[in-house]
Structures are given as C-alpha cells and as structure tokens.
C-alpha cells in the first residue's frame, strides 16, 4: 500500500464520518411538508400563472394566488375565493364582490420574513380589481402567447376576437382589449362578461389563468417576474425559494386574512421536489418525503402488502382518461367496423387488473364519469364500449370477408406511444391481444415526447390521454372533437355530433346533457368508431401520517393552506 | 549511391526475418494467451454467449413474448431465499410464487430466462458491429492519415477532433425521431423507407448501430495512425519502398501486420463500452422496439422496480457483467499477448 | 558550466515558442470545429419533426404564429442562424439604461472604467423555449457549477479506488490479487449506473438510513452520486496504472534502484509509481470530459440539478437555444480536453513536435 492510497482512504473515511454528524444535526422548529407528489422529474414548468399548463406548476400557483372562485377538491364545486359574485339574470353577467382586505406580499431572503408589498408612496398594496382585470387580460394576450389563452377566451367577450388579433396594430388591439367584458367597476369591484350563459362558467372562474397579477412587477422584470426575488403574491403561502430543476419552497404568508374554505396555513414550509416516483418512495420509506406519487406497477404491490407502508396509501379517482386513436384515413381504420373490432379486443379488465394496477377503471365512455353531465356506463349500458373479443373477432371476420383482405396484410401498422415504460407494457399488451384475436402484428414504436406530440396524428394508431380543465364534459367531448373548437390531431369530423355537442352546451338539465353525451359519444366510439377508450385514471399517492388532510382531492391538485400537522 | 545499393539486399534479408519473425510473433502470442487462465475463460463465456445467441430458439424453455397476465412478476421459490427483501404472498408479502419460471417472470409475465437468451443477440450484435464497424472506418482512415503525414494527416486528424466534438447523442436522438416517424403512412420513399424498413425490421437496432458507428471508430483512427507514423520510418518499409513496392502494397503487406495486435486489443476492449452504450439507449427511451428483448432495456425496465423485484434487473445485468467481464480479460489478455512493449516482461 | 547552460535554455525557449504557436494554431482550429458544429446542429434540430411549443393539448390557431414571431422563428433558418451567432459572438457596449431582460441576457459582462456606468457585454445564448423564465445563460449559471462539481468528486472517486487497485494488480502480477483487483474494476464499468444508483439508494438512503437518498448541495448528498458515477470509470485507471506500472518496473533505472538494494516499497513508492503515473495523467483530461457529459443518469436517478439532464430533455423538448448552447458547451470542453492530451503528450515525450 502506497502512502497515496491511504491517504485517499483517509479522505473517505472523514467525508463519511462529517456525513454521519452533520446529518444528526440540523433540527428546527420549522413544520415543513415535503411534496413529490405531482411533480415529477424536471424543473417546475412554470410559475407564472398566464403560461402555466402543467398541473405541477397549477399545484404551487394554487398556493401563491387566488381566483375570483375556489375549485373545492372534495366535491368539485366552484366555491367563492377572492370574491362573492352575483349573475345577472340572463346569465351573462357576472358581478364579482373582492375582499379588501388581502394585500400583496414578497419573501425578503435578508429578513427571513414575509413582507408586506408597498407602492411609491409607502402603502401597502392590496389586491384590486385592477390587478385581475390587469391578470385576466394578460392571460387572453395573443402577443404573450400562452397554450391556456385558446381555453379561456371563449368564456370572455370579446376575448376570441382579442386572442385572435395576433397581427393587429396597437390602435385596433388596444380598442380590442377595451372590448373584452372584463371591466374594474370599482377599487374591489369586477364585472365580467360572458357570451355562454353556461353553468360551466363559474368554474372557468376558478382557473388559474384568471387571479391577479402585480401589474408593476410585470412591467419591471418581464419574463423573469416570477423568479422569487421578484415574484409578488398574495394566496396563503409565499414563494421563498426555487432551486431551479431541484425543489421550490412556499412558506406560509402570515397576511393572508383567511376564510372558511381558504383558511390560514398551519404547515410553515411545503417543499415541492422534483423527482422520478421510484425516487420519491425511496425518500419517503428512508423519512425524507411527506406525501408522494407511486410508482406505476410492481411497486404498487409490495407498497399494499407492507402493513407500514400500506397505511399511507390511498388511491382514489383520478381526473384522466388513457385512450388509442385510430387514423381513419389509413386502412383498415378507414371503415368503422374495423376500430370497433380492435376496440372490443382491447383487454381493459387485464390491463387494469396486471398492468396498472392502481385501480384504474375500464373505460366505457371517452369522458370519466366523475364530472358534470357525464354519461354513467350503468345509465346507459348499451350506449357504452365493453371488451368482447368474440364479438371483435366475428366483425373482424365480416370485414375482411367484405373486402378481401387477409388479416396479415395489416401486420406492420404502426402504433405509437410517447416514451414510457407504463405506455410500453400496455401496447405490449394489446399487440398481443390483437395477435392473437384478429391475427393483425401491429409494430411498436416510441418516440419522446416533442416529436410524439408533433408526428402522432400521421400514425394509423397512437395512445392518448386527457385529464380535464375545468369539470365539465364539455372539456372532454367539446373541447376535444367538435369540428370548429376541438383540437386533437384525429382528422374526423360528424356534423351530427357537432349537433349533440352544442345542444348540450346551452343545456341547463344535467340529465339531459348526459343523455346528448352519451349519444355523442356513441358516435365516437362505435359508429364512427375513432377512438377506443381504455381506461380512467385514478390518483394514488401516499402520505405521511405526520399530516392531516381534510380528504383526498378529487381535482388532481391540493390546498395545503387546509392541511395540519397532526397531534 | 553505393551504400544504398549494398544495404538494400541486408533488407530484404530483414523483412523476410521479420516475416518469419512475423509467424512466430503471432504462435508465440497464442501460446501466451493459453498460459492466461483467465483471458481462456473470457474466450469461452463469448463463444458460449454466441452460442446461446444463435440457438436461442432451441436454449430459451419458452415463448420470449408469450404473456402470462395472471402471472405478472410471478418468482420461483430459490430466489426469494437470496433476496431476502422479498416476501411471498403467502406469507403476508406481494410476490406471487410460481416455479413455472427459472429466473422469474416480468411485469407481463414473460420468462425472465428465455428473455435474456434472446437478449443476448442484441448485445452480441450491438457489440460485433461496433467493434467491425470502428475498426473497418478507424483502421483504413488512421493508415492513410499515418502513411500520408504531413498535410493529409493534419487534416484528417482535424476532422477526428470534429468528430470527437460532435455531439454523437444528439444525432443518435434526431435520427431516430426522424426516421421512426417518417415511417409513418407507409408513403416514405427512397433511402428514407429503405432505413425505415431496416429499422423496423431489426427491431429499431440499426440506428444504435449507425450512432456507435460514429462514435466508436476515432479511437481506433488515431490509434492506427500512431502506430503507422511509428512504423513508417522502420528501415524494412524504408527498404520496400526504395524497391519500388507500391504505396498499397507496403501499406497492406508490411504495415499493417506489424501494428494489428494493438488494434486487435483496443477494439475488444472498447466491445464492453458499445454494449453499455446500448443500455443507457435504453433508459432514455431509445433502445430496441418491444417486445424485442435486449439486456439494456431489461435492465432498465427491471431498475424501475428493482426494491420489489430485484431479481428482474439483477439478472439480466448480471449477464451483462459476464460478457463485459470476458470481454475485458480476453481482451487484457490479448494485451498481455500481442502487445510488443509487454514482450520480455515475463 | 555557461557554455552547457545556455544551449539547453535556447531549447527550452524554443520549445516553449513551439508549443505557443502549437496552441494558438489549435485554438483557431477550435474556433473552426464549434462554428462546424454549431452549423451541423442548429439545421439538424430544424430538420427533425417536433418543436418547441407542442403541447398535448394542441395550440390554437394564430397561436403558434405568435409564439414562432416572439422568437424569431418565423425567419428562414439561414436568418435564424445568423442573428444566433452574431448573439453570441459580437460583443455590445452598453449604457446604464441597459436592463437585463429575456432576449438580451449575457454571460460576460465587463465594467468599463471610462464612460458613465458603460459595460462590455459579451455571450448572449438567448431565452430557453420552454422554460420562459429562463435563459441560457441561467441555465450555465445555476446548473453548470454543480455538474463540474459532481464530476471532480467522481474523477476523485475513480483515482481514489483506480490507482490503488491498478497498483496492487501490476505488484502481484497474476496472482489472486491481480486478478480479484481486475475484477472488482470490471465490476465497476459493467454494472450500469442505473442498477447501482436504486441499490446504493436502498441500502444507504433506505435501509441502514445513513446517507440521503437523493439531492445536493451538503457533502453527505455528494457521496452516493460520485460514487456511482466514478466506480465505472475507476476500471479505466485501474488498467491504466496495471499496465503502466508493469512496463515501468521493467525499465533500467528500476533495476539498478533495486541492484542498489533499496526496499521494493521504495523503489515502487519513490520511483515508479511517479513515472507510472504519466500516461494516467494524459488521459485526465478526456475522463474529466466524460464524467461532466455522463452524468444523465446520475442526475436524474439522485436528483441532482446539474446539466447533464438538459443534454437529454431539452433534444426531446426541442428547446433550441438550449440545445444549442448546451452542445457549444460540451464541444468546447471536448476540444480543450483534447488539446490538453496533445499538449501534455508533447512536454512529456520530445520525440513528438508540435505540429
């Protein structure tokens, strides 16, 4: 042995033994709640809420501002939140009522408090009607340029002619901007006007494209506003740090008045940490997370079958669908008989069943049952898609028969999934069944995530996902297949179903509208047969027991302001 | 004048020497790599490998895609008593015992074993095609560059460093995404389709292939280039050259014999490098298309899960490691052997 | 003893003016692969389908439009091309009226003493695509320093178990020693990062519960990673320093070390280990380069913020600046770590010329 090597043994043994203490040490005082959960591998998408599209970033915006209405995640009703409203009688109007008393704040990094946010003569600012005039606006700006702007502007009037006006002189876009029915009546008074009379709109209210934003920060910093040495806030926590592409801190705003459906926070710290699942249990079982997503998988059951770990699981409905798309302008799927047969020979049950294994549940419908106005698969049985490979066989059989082709002329059509391994065992799946069913070999093929989004509507099959915006069926069927202002990728369109669909949109029974639906989606799964759903999701996580939740959300995001610690 | 023609004759005396030399120098080697316990037992775990790779059809006890649902993650009893983090469903825990499978079953219930003979053609492929492919570009591009010297060397040496510059990763990515989704439709045409279809006939290896290929072959260039400006100016290629032996010919017959042992060498030992390669392909995304199996993208599929069944990414890298472990001593051992400057130094 | 002094400073002067120029003809060179690189790569990234504003959901039309015109993607590829280089390359004088902001963020900024608040700025790689609080140059702000920090810890890592383990093999040549030390290096470059990284996690993180599982920043957090990062390369050193020791202990001084009947501890220690060490120290440089661009999988299994994900995520966002600079970056560092190896080949062994 060399006295270089032990002196390099030396070198390891005090880095080990400097580990050893400085982990015991570091103890305050602070309660801190350490979220995996929603997050995922990967820098925060984006904090400001006019751009935001990802529900990891809605997550903390969730936090650090506050619509004019709440989202409740328990029964997932809009709920009042900045404000109380009233609706004009035609239902067009919207009169929205702003509390005064909560003002805009910042976290001081020297201090190592929350401060309240003062203007050029001293005051405190608080949050105005201007300010959301001033963010709702922002959020419609074609020259920003946000993916969410297209969603929102339909509810506003004037906001499509706003949003479309890309190439408009300043004169014309500033009359447009004046146009839109978002007027500050007065300092906490906001009237605003929509051209759907829909009871959809209250929840459209409780977007986060729609809180308000710090007209004068915006102005100073540009792009880089929410960084958190400039950001301004105002909702129940505070951003204090964001280590871009590792974590992002909020610590509790000690001015924010509270109310009963947004309380004042009782945890200090939420840590959001950006980490692949199989990561964030390791930290959770090694006591380093709090409350954490669950690897898809095999994972699932060693977590149930471990009597510790099982405690702190809880798996419930989750907000998504997982679906394939047929290109029905590649054959065979240019005649619906043949969608429907590989639809029936989909194994939905197995899937859920060996594969998934969260939960989820076999799809009947495109739409997931738990939103306004959608259809239930036991309300109308016959209307729905089932897993029948018999019955896939024998109209496989008919179709081939029709047209004279072989089975093995299909072999080769490509089905394409964006890269994962969940997407992967799934397609591995099918292939099999529909081998083994209709004697088709269809190809696998994957690609990341960019090119999958940009290429998938070439592909005779791609699988799919849609989890929704607002909970309305509306945003699964509308927004997704109406001729004028859906926007998938599947070059398909039903004059018929277009029909259905905005029948449904003026509709005010909820029964009827689920029956428009129901026969809307008929349309799409069976006659027309473009689509094959598959499955709901279902949102498993898991909790450490030092923290109380009032229950587990059904919107996909949570308010921590109303989680405790417990006792 | 003179002196030249009288020593010309003592040269080709030399180069015959150091022909016959020649021989001996590769039976003497042979007899060096038998003495090597270890460098023999790397040779049979890489034949053994071909073996299995090229019969796996008759070795793998069942279907490599043949799903069994039901029986997903499903583990034999023998290794649940080695890795004792796994508990049987029966005694309280989540694993679903049946011996039906040698290794294990995966997370669809497809034989663990018959998955990694299978595999083992693609990390075989993966590693004889980067070994031919660096050393058919390296060798020829680093013998002109060394024999020609001068202006043709630099430049040609300025180029590996372009290479060696370019970002191999990110070309590897854009050509799949190009390539994969222009597939689309069936209306490619022309070179495009033909890639396409090789792609998708070799299960999506063909652009691991063309990204190892132009990785791999710099290190072999500029190794071949070294060691030719070295041979160069040896007084028997001095000698062919006076008698008027065309540039080929030296180049062929007398240069390259002499410097082939360290490319042999290289070569092997980078073999290890090409197949690791293809399993980081894998972890990103880009491995071979299911459910064609390769050991990268067990491996990686299998370290997703690797807390509750260990077993599905222990074994496949454990066959991993056995082939990069043989690579690695046949390939020491070959050094041992052939290498001129550890001559004499048993 | 003037007359012998003053040839052999000539010579050195020589060859220090030599390998000046050397170096300079190389830097130009340098220049000459990056501006080929960076042509090779911004046509290639446009060429592929995917662009950096897909989203699931599809954009709106007029959308698109917008966002393309907001970065000057509505330009032909050669415009494009050009404004990004002339971006980086062309250096800009600037008042005290200067704000940074997103499209003019620079990576060097100079002071000037003369003037009212004048300052030289130099280095803009623009805004990222996706990540619209960030520019390029934010991203080699935060992210870059904890890379090259991740990989020294793991070049230390694979001196610290290489070097010993190549010794020990090369002194006890083909004995058990010889070949259990080979095997554990094997070991080190055939169990993929994405195998040992989840073990290391479950046996330190989880199980025994001394090492965190996942992040950076505190010594502790470095261990696992550079680890996991530096085993495998640790075998390239181990049969390095193997091979080069076994060629040096063979070599005349060592034989007439040991004729004066020094200890074989001295004569390893003192005088061959050093010489051994020689070609170990060439190969440094490219090591080094490879462990600041391996460290994908390092990263993303531990959760480490460096830049190694970026190389990977942002080919798949499509995020065109940040793939640009992103590669410029590793380019230079490949270059430089090349030069290194020829430059420092050339001092050691003067059989080679610059040239």
Known sequence: MSKFTRLIGLGLIVILALGFVSGVGAQDDVTRLVVGHNQGVGDLSNLDPSLADGVDAVDVIDEAFVALARMNELEVIPEPGMATWTVSDDGTVYTFDIRDDVPWVRYNADTGEVEQVLDEDGNVRMVTAADFEFGIKRSLDPQLAATYSGILAPWFSGGLEFFQSGDADEATRQELLDNIGVVATGEFTLELTTPNASSVVPSIFSMWGTVAQPSWVIEEFGDFWVEPENINTYGPYAVKEWVHDESITLIANPFWPGQDNIPQPSIDEIVFQFLDPTVQLANFEAGSMDYIDVPAGADVDRVLADPNLSQFYTTSEGVCNYYYAFNDTIPPFDDPRAVRAFSLTIPREAIVENVTKAGEVPAGFFTIPSIVAAPQVEDFPDLAIHTDPELGAQIWQEYLADTGHEASDFNGLTLLFNTSERHSAIAQVIQQAWLENLGVEVQLTNQDFGTYLQVRGEFPIYRAGWCFDYPDTNNFLGDNFHSVFGGTDIPWENADFDALIEQALIETDPAVRAELYAQAERILIWDDATVAPIYWTTSDSMLNDRFVRPGVSRIERDYFEKWTVAS | MATTTQQAPTNVVQIHKAQSKGESLWYDAWKRLRRNRFALIGAVIILLNVIMAVFAPQIAPQDFRKQDLLLNNATPRWVLNIFPSMVASDEGGYVTVSNKFILGADNLGRDLFSRIVYGSRVSLLVAFVGATVSVLIGVPFGLLSGYLGGRVDNGMMRFVDLMYAFPALLFIILLMSFFRASFVGQNATGITKTLSDIDAASGGMIFIFIGIGLTSWMRIARLTRGQTLATREAEYITAARSMGTTTPTIIYQHILPNILGPIIVTATLTIPVYISFEAFLSFIGLGVNPPTPSWGAMISEGAANIRSFPNQAVFPALALFLVMFAFNFLGDGLRDALDPRMRGVD | ?355
Request: net charge neutral; charged share 15%; hydrophobic share 50%.
């Open chain 3, 1 to 355: 003893m003037e007359g012998v002094s003053v040839p052999l400073h000539n010579c050195l002067i020589r060859k220090i003016d030599q390998m000046l120029a050397f170096v300079l003809r190389r830097s130009m060179w340098m220049l000459v692969v990056l501006f080929a690189v960076s042509i090779v790569t911004f046509f290639l990234l446009r060429a592929v389908p995917g662009g950096p504003f897909n989203t699931e959901r599809g954009l709106p039309p007029g959308v698109l439009e917008n966002l393309e015109a907001k970065y000057g993607l509505d330009d032909p590829p050669l415009i494009q091309y050009v404004n990004y280089i002339v971006d980086i390359t062309i250096p800009r004088l600037t008042d005290g009226s200067f704000r940074r902001s997103f499209s003019e963020d620079y990576l060097i900024n100079i002071d000037l003493p003369f003037g009212d608040e004048r300052a030289l700025r130099w280095m803009n790689f623009g805004p990222s695509l996706r990540q619209r609080s960030r520019t390029v140059n934010s991203i080699f702000q935060d992210n870059l320093p904890i890379s090259i920090e991740l990989g020294f810890a793991a070049l230390a890592v694979a001196l610290a178990i290489g070097i010993p383990l190549g010794v020990i093999a090369a002194l006890k040549r083909n004995s058990w020693f010889d070949y259990s030390s080979m095997g554990v290096a094997i070991l080190g470059v055939s169990v993929p990062t994405i195998v040992l990284a989840p073990i290391l996690q479950w046996i330190f993180g989880v199980e025994l519960k001394i090492l965190p599982v996942s992040g950076w920043g505190s010594p502790e957090q470095a261990i696992m990673p550079s680890f996991a990062l530096g085993f495998a390369q640790s075998a390239l050193i181990a049969r390095l320093t193997r091979a080069s020791l076994l060629q040096i202990m063979h070599e005349d001084y060592i034989r007439t070390a040991r004729a004066k009947g020094l200890s074989e501890r001295v004569v390893v220690a003192k005088h061959a280990l050093k010489n051994a060490m020689i070609p170990v120290v060439t190969i440094l440089g490219p090591l080094a380069a490879a462990l600041l661009t391996g460290t994908f999988v390092t990263e993303v299994i531990f959760g480490i913020p460096g830049m190694g994900k970026f190389f990977v995520q942002s080919i798949t966002n499509r995020d065109y600046t940040v793939v640009m600079g992103t590669v410029l970056m590793y380019a230079v560092f490949l270059v430089l770590a090349n030069l290194l190896v020829d430059i420092t080949y050339a001092w050691i062994d003067p059989r080679i010329r610059y040239d």
